[in-house]
């Protein structure tokens, strides 16, 4: 059976840790079907998606067991009840500070170069992120950034970055060739997810340091 990180299993939900470079679902071609729900669903018939990470993108993905959960997680997701968290090391050095700083810029596809986004004042849809430097790098002039999407934008992450002059190391879709080549992959990591079991209501909190950290 094809590997799997599984952070948490219970008869309601999984929550899989992806590496960089496996998608989330299948993809058009024959290339593209090895993917992280084909390898879920080898092991749990039942496991559906819910939320996914681009593929270039590390970390902490949930799937549902039941149409049912399914449609409570994915409410969840849309009514912002599930706090999501990344880590991501940039290029350049930002400032240590106590509180988040916030990133309000409206994303909208930037149809040319599809799949690309792009910040779109007047047609795009509202997207939200916080960031926090976790610790600067200076002999890598990096930084290492905790980041929280408020909104859940198709590269919302790459592209907020990327406004404020720190585009995502490795980032192969929107930084220039040094930012490509200064890392071997995109350094970005869903570390973390928070939220009440739908059916057993507790509140759930999952972990994933980074291989980057």
């Not at 990180?5 to 079907?33: F, S, T």
């Not at 040094?178 to 992959?185: D, G, S």
Request: glycine share 6%; hydrophobic share 40%.
């Amino acid at each position: 059976m094809t590997s799997l990180v599984v952070i948490h299993e219970d008869p309601h939900l999984l929550v899989l840790d992806k590496p960089a470079g496996l998608l989330c679902v299948p993809g058009r071609g024959e290339d593209k079907q090895d993917c992280l729900s084909a390898r879920a669903m080898q092991r749990w018939p039942d496991a559906l998606v819910v939320h996914r990470l681009d593929m270039a993108t590390s970390g902490l993905v949930l799937m549902a067991r039941s149409p049912a959960m399914q449609r409570a997680l994915g409410d969840a997701f849309a009514e912002r009840r599930i706090r999501k968290c990344y880590e991501a090391i940039v290029d350049g050095l930002l400032p240590m500070h106590d509180g988040w700083s916030l990133i309000d810029a409206p994303l909208a596809a930037d149809w040319p170069r599809r799949p690309l986004q792009k910040i779109d004042a007047e047609a795009g849809k509202p997207s939200q992120t916080r960031w926090r430097v976790k610790r600067q790098l200076p002999e890598r002039n990096a930084s290492h950034l905790w980041l929280e999407p408020l909104t859940g934008r198709s590269h919302q992450l790459r592209v907020h970055l990327l406004s404020i002059g720190h585009p995502i190391l490795g980032d192969a879709l929107y930084g220039g060739e040094q930012v490509r080549q200064r890392a071997p992959r995109l350094l970005l990591h869903a570390s973390a997810l928070e939220f009440v079991h739908p059916a057993e209501g507790q509140v759930c909190r999952f972990e994933s340091p980074p291989a980057f950290a």
